[in-house]
Structures are given as C-alpha cells and as structure tokens.
C-alpha cells in the first residue's frame, strides 16, 4: 500500500497492468483527436491532466470518475478526491500504451461533464463577452479562454463548429481556466447573434480590415463613461467581441451582424495576429478587472 496517500485513498489504489484492462477505457487514445471529439461529449466525460488542473476541475465542482497516475506521481492524487472514486496506478510503458503518449505530468482524471449552459443564462449577468466563430484548433481555444479568465471577461460564446473547450488540449493550455469561465454554443450561427443584441450588448466583430475602428480607441471611450455598475443604473454598454477562425478570419455573415467593425492596428507590413495573442489584447483592453 503507498505511504504518501490517506488510508482512505490508498485503499482505492488498483494496479493496472494490462493496457487492454476495461477499468482504464476512459483514457484510452487519448491523441486520436477525432475519435475523442465524438466519444467524450457522447460518454459525458472529460479528461483533466497534470496536477493543478485536476485539483482545479475539482474544485469547480465537477466529478471524478476515475484518476490514471504513474507510481511516482501518487502524490499528485487530490487528498481530497471523493470517496469510491478508483486510483488507477500503471508504470510508463502500461500509461503510453493505453493513452497513446508519455505521460510526462504522471497524472490523469476522468472527470463527469455538466448539461451544457443555455446562452440566455450566461448573459443574463455578463458585461464583457468573446464570441468565438469556428476557432477549431484546441490549442487557441485553450489560450482564449486563459486570457478570457485573467483579463476579466465574464463569459465565451461559441458558434457550433469551435473545437470543445474540455478537450484535454484546451485544458491544458487554459491551466484549467475552462472551469472558471461560463460558456456556450450558440446555434444556429450567426441568427443567434440576436440573443445579444436583444440583450443590449454592443458586437464588436474584430477584422484586419483598414477601415475598422480603432479597438483601443473605443475601448478607452469605455473607459471615459465610468466604472461598471448595476445594468439598470445607466451603466456602459454591455460589450461583445467577435473573434474569427484562423486565417479566414470573421465571416461576412458575423461581420454584418455586428454593431461595429474594429482593428488592432499592426506594424511593418503585418496583416494581422494569431487569433488566441488577439484575443489576449483585446481582453486586456475591454476586460474587468
């Protein structure tokens, strides 16, 4: 029995030697990502990885179904992790021939999905929104949501073809960030821009366009009208972004319906960003903080 555990969790402690044993399925493949993009949401499951962000996950409240660790990384086990949920202990060899990779953080967590948010219930008390059009690589997504966390927006927005903010990639790169921003799909895309414009958010669609408005410039209007108050009080107007896809950018469709077009304006002959280093700016400039 390992020494660096609670009595209680050490007694979950199962040894997994078999890469083929039923107990581990949830972590098996882990980097066939289209194979994961329709098992996870259809099982309800997502998987959380390393650490900090497992402890995170749990803290947001989701639940455990089981955690996947390597003998040296017991440690790493939540001492809080909820009663009859499985330790899974397998050594390196075993861990890459079930999840498909190394598993350099040493610790893994299936964790229970929650029934998707309703747009209506996230805007209902933000201020401060991204809208993110078909931003399909993880990576970005992940990114976008760090900043949308730190730089003080209140909710994302995505239309139906973003990649899954819970994929393991994205929550990895967020450090588990996912957990600490509200978000939801909006469909049919773009007709449900109209939930925020009946909601009296101003859309901002973001372009390279040489014709935009300046971003900071308007951001610093917002600025000059005061602090953010009670939404009924004559507050400043509630504010939603719209970022675009990589390299195609915002589509036309987006763009028309957007209350105004604006830019980061760029240096040296560069057309613009890379979407996730754009959002980072534009959540700086129009965040809560």
């Given at each position: 029995?390992?020494?660096?555990?609670?009595?209680?969790?050490?007694?979950?402690?199962?040894?997994?030697?078999?890469?083929?044993?039923?107990?581990?399925?949830?972590?098996?493949?882990?980097?066939?990502?289209?194979?994961?993009?329709?098992?996870?949401?259809?099982?309800?499951?997502?998987?959380?990885?390393?650490?900090?962000?497992?402890?995170?996950?749990?803290?947001a409240?989701?639940?455990?179904?089981?955690?996947?660790v390597?003998?040296?990384?017991l440690?790493a086990v939540p001492?809080d992790?909820?009663a009859?949920?499985?330790?899974?202990?397998?050594?390196?060899?075993?861990?890459?021939?079930?999840?498909?990779?190394?598993?350099?953080?040493?610790?893994?967590?299936?964790?229970?999905?929650?029934?998707?948010?309703a747009?209506?219930g996230v805007?209902?008390t933000?201020?401060?929104v991204?809208?993110?059009?078909?931003?399909?690589?993880?990576?970005?997504?992940?990114?976008?949501?760090?900043?949308?966390?730190?730089?003080g927006?209140?909710?994302?927005?995505?239309?139906?073809?973003?990649?899954?903010p819970?994929?393991?990639r994205?929550?990895?790169?967020?450090?588990?960030?996912?957990?600490?921003?509200?978000?939801?799909?909006?469909?049919?895309?773009?007709?449900?821009?109209?939930?925020?414009?009946?909601?009296?958010?101003?859309?901002?669609?973001?372009?390279?366009?040489?014709?935009?408005?300046?971003?900071g410039?308007?951001?610093?209007?917002?600025?000059?009208?005061?602090?953010?108050?009670?939404?009924?009080?004559?507050?400043?107007?509630?504010?939603?972004?719209?970022?675009?896809?990589?390299?195609?950018?915002?589509?036309?469709?987006?763009?028309?319906?957007?209350?105004?077009?604006?830019?980061?304006?760029?240096?040296?002959?560069?057309?613009?960003?890379?979407?996730?280093?754009?959002?980072?700016?534009?959540?700086?400039?129009?965040g809560?903080r």
């Amino acid at each position: 029995m390992p020494t660096d555990l609670p009595r209680s969790a050490a007694a979950r402690v199962v040894a997994i030697e078999d890469p083929a044993d039923p107990r581990v399925d949830d972590y098996v493949a882990l980097t066939d990502v289209a194979l994961r993009r329709r098992r996870e949401p259809a099982d309800g499951l997502f998987i959380a990885e390393g650490e900090r962000v497992i402890t995170r996950a749990l803290r947001a409240g989701y639940r455990p179904r089981s955690v996947l660790v390597s003998p040296a990384r017991l440690g790493a086990v939540p001492a809080d992790l909820s009663a009859g949920v499985p330790i899974y202990v397998a050594g390196a060899d075993v861990l890459a021939a079930i999840t498909g990779f190394e598993v350099h953080r040493g610790a893994l967590a299936s964790m229970c999905r929650r029934p998707p948010l309703a747009p209506a219930g996230v805007l209902a008390t933000a201020r401060r929104v991204l809208v993110c059009e078909d931003i399909v690589s993880h990576t970005n997504l992940g990114a976008i949501f760090r900043s949308a966390a730190g730089l003080g927006m209140d909710a994302v927005l995505l239309s139906p073809r973003c990649a899954d903010p819970l994929y393991r990639r994205s929550v990895r790169v967020s450090m588990g960030e996912v957990f600490a921003v509200p978000y939801a799909r909006l469909d049919p895309w773009p007709g449900t821009l109209g939930l925020l414009r009946d909601a009296g958010f101003t859309l901002l669609a973001l372009t390279p366009a040489a014709d935009a408005a300046d971003l900071g410039a308007f951001a610093a209007g917002i600025d000059a009208a005061g602090p953010d108050e009670d939404p009924s009080a004559g507050s400043p107007p509630r504010v939603a972004l719209l970022l675009g896809t990589e390299g195609p950018g915002l589509s036309e469709t987006a763009q028309a319906a957007a209350t105004a077009r604006v830019r980061i304006p760029m240096a040296h002959g560069v057309d613009s960003l890379n979407v996730a280093a754009t959002a980072a700016i534009a959540c700086y400039l129009l965040g809560r903080r």
